[in-house]
């Protein structure tokens, strides 16, 4: 029975609805240039995370756009293993997506208010919204990883970037600027990759 997530063709081979696969497309694109930013953030970056500096407007544009598109894509990614992921992914999912509302605004309200910060500052807000993104990357990534819809490998590689995540929001800030950089950049690279591999699976039409 074909459904509108996926269907099976007489290869057995699943294949994506034109939604599924637009989203695909937007995880691409968006993950890449999510990475781009964050790595760019990183290597130009002379303070610790956490300090309330203000970043180029071009970064933060590049951020924006890439997080708005992220966030559409995710529901079309988390359809595609929704019934192989199980409540893990269930759970990881609604954490992931509620959490990155942080990249949102991470990215949008410095270009909406003038001389905003472009980090925000500790809050409630922030740390609740930073606890739920990353487990909401580690429970999204072992569900990856259970589900078999996705090649392994990936989601191996979306758990290296949870931990760079991890490390970047709740350590990195008590110690000097390069542990920053490479938190960030084990966080902006592994994401990239590993989002922009889902997203090119989906875009192609097939989850093998």
Request: hydrophobic share 60%; no cysteine.
């Given at each position: 029975?074909?459904?509108?997530?996926?269907?099976?063709?007489?290869?057995?081979?699943?294949?994506?609805?034109?939604?599924?696969?637009?989203?695909?497309?937007?995880?691409?694109?968006g993950?890449?240039?999510?990475?781009?930013?964050?790595?760019?953030?990183?290597?130009?970056?002379r303070?610790?995370?956490?300090?309330?500096?203000?970043?180029?407007?071009?970064?933060?544009?590049?951020?924006?756009?890439?997080?708005?598109?992220?966030?559409?894509?995710?529901?079309?990614?988390?359809?595609?293993?929704?019934?192989?992921?199980?409540?893990?992914?269930?759970?990881?999912?609604?954490?992931?997506?509620?959490?990155?509302?942080?990249?949102?605004?991470?990215?949008?309200?410095?270009?909406?208010?003038?001389?905003?910060?472009s980090?925000?500052?500790?809050?409630?807000?922030?740390?609740t919204?930073?606890?739920?993104?990353?487990?909401?990357?580690?429970?999204?990534?072992?569900?990856?990883?259970?589900?078999?819809?996705?090649?392994?490998?990936?989601?191996?590689?979306?758990?290296?970037?949870?931990?760079?995540?991890?490390?970047?929001?709740?350590?990195?800030?008590?110690?000097?600027?390069?542990?920053?950089?490479?938190?960030?950049?084990?966080?902006?690279?592994?994401?990239?990759?590993?989002?922009?591999?889902?997203?090119?699976?989906?875009?192609?039409?097939?989850?093998?």
């Amino acid at each position: 029975m074909r459904s509108h997530i996926a269907a099976v063709d007489d290869g057995g081979l699943a294949v994506m609805s034109t939604a599924t696969r637009w989203g695909g497309l937007a995880l691409f694109i968006g993950s890449i240039m999510v990475g781009a930013a964050v790595i760019g953030i990183l290597v130009s970056q002379r303070q610790p995370v956490g300090t309330g500096i203000q970043y180029a407007a071009w970064v933060a544009w590049l951020l924006a756009v890439g997080a708005v598109l992220t966030m559409l894509a995710l529901p079309h990614m988390y359809a595609v293993q929704a019934n192989q992921g199980g409540t893990v992914g269930t759970v990881g999912f609604a954490l992931l997506q509620g959490g990155w509302v942080l990249a949102l605004v991470f990215a949008i309200a410095p270009l909406v208010y003038r001389g905003l910060p472009s980090e925000p500052g500790e809050s409630v807000a922030t740390l609740t919204l930073g606890t739920m993104l990353s487990a909401g990357f580690v429970l999204t990534s072992v569900a990856t990883i259970r589900a078999g819809v996705f090649p392994a490998w990936i989601g191996y590689v979306l758990l290296a970037a949870a931990a760079g995540f991890i490390f970047l929001f709740f350590v990195a800030e008590f110690l000097p600027t390069s542990a920053s950089r490479v938190g960030g950049l084990v966080f902006g690279s592994f994401v990239a990759v590993g989002w922009a591999a889902m997203g090119m699976h989906m875009w192609m039409g097939s989850n093998r």
